[in-house]
């Protein structure tokens, strides 16, 4: 089993930042992939970026340039830095892991966290 904590989210002004963190314990070594995905009210759970063990990266269209995420040493905690936020990256951010490469369907991620919450306002 692995165990995922996120922390960071808050209210910013649009054009602000925030960084988010994810820290694992348990079971990291059988982690191949971590990620983060967001669901806003009424909307499907988006995938916005993963990291591999490798070091390999993907980033949703919506947020590639804006968003960068790392991980400093292994996968005991990843981290998603958000830069010029919109009004529209309002959601819930939830960190998942799973054992294998990523996957933009949220049901096939064996991990996941209970989330924090980032809000832009305009």
């Known amino acids: 089993q692995v165990q995922l904590v996120e922390s960071g989210g808050g209210l910013v002004q649009a054009g602000g930042s925030l960084r988010l963190s994810c820290a694992a314990s348990?079971?990291?070594?059988?982690?191949?992939?971590m990620g983060w995905f967001r669901q806003a009210p009424g909307k499907e759970r988006e995938l916005v970026a993963t990291?591999?063990?490798?070091?390999?990266?993907y980033y949703a269209s919506s947020v590639k340039e804006r968003f960068a995420i790392s991980r400093p040493n292994g996968m005991n905690i990843i981290y998603l830095q958000m830069n010029s936020l919109k009004p529209e990256d309002t959601a819930m951010y939830y960190c998942?892991?799973?054992?294998?490469?990523?996957?933009?369907?949220?049901?096939?991620?064996?991990?996941r966290g209970q989330g924090t919450q980032v809000t832009v306002s305009s």
């Open positions: 998942a892991a799973r054992g294998g490469a990523y996957t933009t369907t949220p049901g096939l991620w064996d991990f």
């Open positions: 348990g079971s990291i070594f059988s982690i191949i992939t």
């Open positions: 990291i591999t063990r490798g070091g390999g990266t």
